[in-house]
């Protein structure tokens, strides 16, 4: 778990703050075990409540919307997706004592599916791909556009330029920045996605995918859950695969030239904005988005300066 805040403005989430929720809210519960749940999620605070549940509560304003994003929306996904994925139980209002919508999960079982943890590589790269084909064919209702799913990631690329751009600059002298603006140009070169929204997860990382004996078996974390180019999604060959199994989630998906290079290019702007915002304050995040930066440069070599 993070040892300091990571963001300014960020709430103080306490165990005795979450019995009072509860309490108030859902007394039927109040008297279940209330355990922290070490996380390096940047978004929301989680308590395990018993042994069946987790409760998460948003830590900062942008992600206020993502309790009731998932409450009305994964209970419509979950049926058509071949692993398991989060099960919302409650939705809490805000109070006097916090200011945000809240919510009870399910709780799901399995640790961190980090690559040492994959027993087999290339099936796991199989899972992973299986589940983006899934998620994507899923059809999207009538009148829902991405602009309805606050905080998902759907938008064109463009949109993230300037904060790309200025992530290089920020890691100026640990970065190689010719070698990251030409991918990141060739992103933006690539042919746009010409079809319509899918639905797309959003953060394809070991933090929110979970493993049961070597396994891939479940989905979390869906608060970045949005409609747009599938890209998004191919990001995680980058953020989450080696190399070796990078083709193998290709092929199983069937990609394109050009969605290959955006989803590249996503990857690369995921780790270049994370690791400067979160390099003092969440070194495990820090660490992934390291990772998604060397891996989007296809090189062998430690391309980041004075990191071990």
């Known amino acids: 778990m993070p040892a300091a805040k990571m963001h300014a403005g960020e709430l103080e989430i306490t165990e005795p703050l979450v019995r009072q929720l509860l309490a108030a809210q859902f007394p039927q519960w109040a008297n279940l075990a209330l355990t922290p749940v070490p996380s390096a999620g940047t978004d929301n605070a989680l308590f395990r409540l018993g042994e069946k549940m987790v409760v998460r509560l948003p830590r900062i304003h942008w992600a206020s919307g993502q309790p009731a994003k998932e409450h009305a929306w994964l209970p419509y996904l979950a049926p058509h997706l071949p692993l398991a994925i989060p099960q919302p139980l409650a939705l809490g209002e805000p109070s006097d004592a916090y200011p945000w919508q809240w919510a009870i999960h399910g709780w ?50 463009t949109a993230r330029d300037a904060r ?24 933006l070169a690539a042919p746009p996605w010409p079809g319509r929204p899918v639905w797309l997860h959003g953060d394809l990382q070991a933090g929110n995918l979970l493993a049961v ?3 891939l078996s479940a989905v979390i974390d869906f608060g970045c859950l949005g409609l747009g180019d599938p890209a998004c999604d ?75």
């Open 108 to 157: 799901r079982a399995g640790e961190d599916a980090t690559r040492a943890r994959m027993s087999d590589p290339r099936q796991a790269a199989i899972d992973l791909a299986h589940f983006v084909a899934a998620l994507q064919r899923i059809a999207v209702p009538a009148g829902l556009t991405p602009e309805m799913l606050p905080g998902g990631r759907g938008e064109p690329l």
């Open 164 to 187: 790309v751009r200025a992530a290089i600059a920020a890691l100026h002298g640990r970065l190689d920045t010719s070698a990251a603006l030409a991918v990141w140009e060739a992103a």
């Open 213 to 215: 004996q070597g396994r």
């Open 234 to 308: 191919i990001m995680a060959a980058w953020l989450h695969l080696e190399r070796e199994t990078r083709d193998l989630f290709r092929a199983v998906l069937q990609v394109d030239d050009a969605t290959w290079l955006r989803g590249r290019g996503w990857a690369l702007s995921v780790g270049l904005i994370a690791l400067p915002y979160y390099q003092d304050t969440n070194p495990v995040l820090a660490g992934i988005a390291r990772r998604a930066i060397e891996a989007a440069f296809e090189m062998n070599k430690t391309i980041i300066k004075g990191d071990n």
